[in-house]
């Protein structure tokens, strides 16, 4: 049998191990500007890819940051907000990883990671918006020409919806 002081020690000290589990560590942000190396500091549209780099869109260019330093691309972003519309620049990991923006160009690119470039998604222009949905299709918003789908499946682009007028 065991003694109460022993079970009591023994409930202390699964106490205090409970309560140092859930305060794990405090979690800190700090601001990154030009001065880390940022091409500015003001953001247009920020994401995260699975391996953690930030990938942060401004006017002056898509910087990739992972952690440390920037690294920059030549891909510039609108930035324009109105009291009736937006036209702001995107990027977005889908869930496969991969890296998609919409620039200034407002058509779609995707990142390829064997060169380290964009490319173009060819039929869609005027892209404003992407979403990704659980069939993991990609889906593009357009101001002018209406809603596209990137079909997962066969990887073709489908016009699913004309502009409202």
Known sequence: MIPNYIRVFINYVLLISCFSVQSQKQVTFRPLSVKDGLSQNSAISITQDRTGFLWIATQDGLNKYDGRSFEKYKQYFKDITNPTYS???????????????????????????????????????????????????????????????????????????????
């Open 87 to 165: 036209k702001l620049g995107k990027v977005f990991v889908d869930s496969n990883d991969e890296l998609w923006i919409i620039p200034i160009s407002q058509i779609p690119h995707k990142l390829n990671k064997d060169n380290n470039s964009f490319e173009p998604l060819n039929g869609i222009e005027d892209a404003s918006t992407i979403f990704e949905d659980q069939q993991k299709n990609i889906w593009f918003g357009s101001y002018s020409n209406g809603l596209y789908k990137l079909s997962f499946q066969t990887k073709k682009i489908e016009h699913i919806i004309d502009r409202v007028k």
